[in-house]
Nanobody, 122 residues
C-alpha cells in the first residue's frame, strides 16, 4: 500500500542545520496534507510543521523562524529544513500525510513514516 520513508536525520552540533526528507510511495491518488511531528523521550508526539496542497505552511511556535517545510510537487516528497538547531530539537521526527489511495477510494487516510532520529549536541 502506501509507505512514507524519512531520511536526513543524524547528529549535529547546536546551531547547525539538517534537512529531513519524506518520500511517499504506493497506489496514491492524491495527497492533501503533509506534515512533520516529533517525539522526544518521555514526551508526547507534537506537531512541528505542515503544508497543504495549496502550499500554505504552518509552524509550531517552537520552530517558527528556524524551520521551513516544503513540498516537491513533481513527486510525493516533503522536506523540513531545520536551522539554528538546539538541544530542545532532539527527537524522533515523523512525517505524516493525508492520502487518498486506490484502495481507500474516496476516503482520506492518515499515514505515518517510521521516524528518523535527530540529535543535537550542546
Amino acid at each position: 500500500q502506501v509507505q512514507l520513508v524519512e531520511s536526513g536525520g543524524g547528529l549535529v552540533q547546536a546551531g547547525g542545520s539538517l534537512r529531513l526528507s519524506c518520500a511517499a510511495s504506493g497506489s496514491i491518488l492524491s495527497i492533501n496534507y503533509m506534515g512533520w511531528y516529533r517525539q522526544a523521550p518521555g514526551k508526547q508526539r507534537e506537531w512541528v510543521a505542515s503544508i497543504i496542497s495549496g502550499g500554505r505552511a504552518n509552524y509550531a511556535d517552537t520552530v517558527k523562524g528556524r524551520f521551513t517545510i516544503s513540498r516537491d510537487t513533481t513527486g510525493n516528497t516533503v522536506y523540513l529544513q531545520m536551522n539554528s538547531l538546539n538541544s530542545e530539537d532532539t527527537a524522533v521526527y515523523y512525517c505524516a500525510a493525508d492520502i487518498e489511495t486506490t484502495q481507500s477510494r474516496g476516503t482520506i487516510l492518515r499515514y505515518w513514516g517510521q521516524g528518523t532520529q535527530v540529535t543535537v549536541s550542546s
